[in-house]
């Protein structure tokens, strides 16, 4: 199985940057889809931005592009989420994911993914 633990989250203010990591230990992340979600306290957890390990494609929400950036290190089993010019509703609990197996285009829904980290607080203050 794979454990995935996030890191990096924090209280930053508005226009601000966070980089957010996910670190996968258990088995290769060879075919692997990776994705960051958010969920905020009441609301129902949102597509932030996800990777497809092996085709190297990502995608992004509307609501991130231009800002947030998800990257890999393979070395690391790592996947990141770099986050700039953060705004106040960018406010959410993070978590990043992972789909084994998987070779086609990017993840954008929960339960497209097999596994998933425990999550890592973000607070952007106005």
């Known amino acids: 199985q794979v454990q995935l633990v996030e890191s990096g989250g924090g209280l930053v203010q508005a226009g601000g940057s966070l980089r957010l990591s996910c670190a996968a230990s258990?088995?290769?992340?060879?075919?692997?889809?990776m994705g960051w979600f958010r969920q905020a306290p009441g609301k129902e957890r949102e597509f932030v931005a996800a990777?497809?390990?092996?085709?190297?494609?990502?995608g992004y929400a509307d609501s991130v592009k231009g800002r947030f950036t998800i990257s890999r290190d393979n070395a690391k089993n790592t996947v990141y989420l770099q986050m700039n010019s953060l705004k106040p509703e960018d406010t959410a609990v993070y978590y990043c994911?992972?789909?084994?197996?998987?070779?086609?285009?990017?993840?954008?829904?929960?339960?497209?993914?097999?596994?998933w980290g425990q999550g890592t607080q973000v607070t952007v203050s106005s």
């Open positions: 990777l497809n390990w092996s085709g190297h494609s990502t």
């Open positions: 994911a992972a789909r084994r197996d998987y070779i086609g285009v990017v993840l954008t829904t929960p339960r497209e993914y097999d596994y």
């Open positions: 258990g088995r290769t992340f060879s075919n692997y889809a």
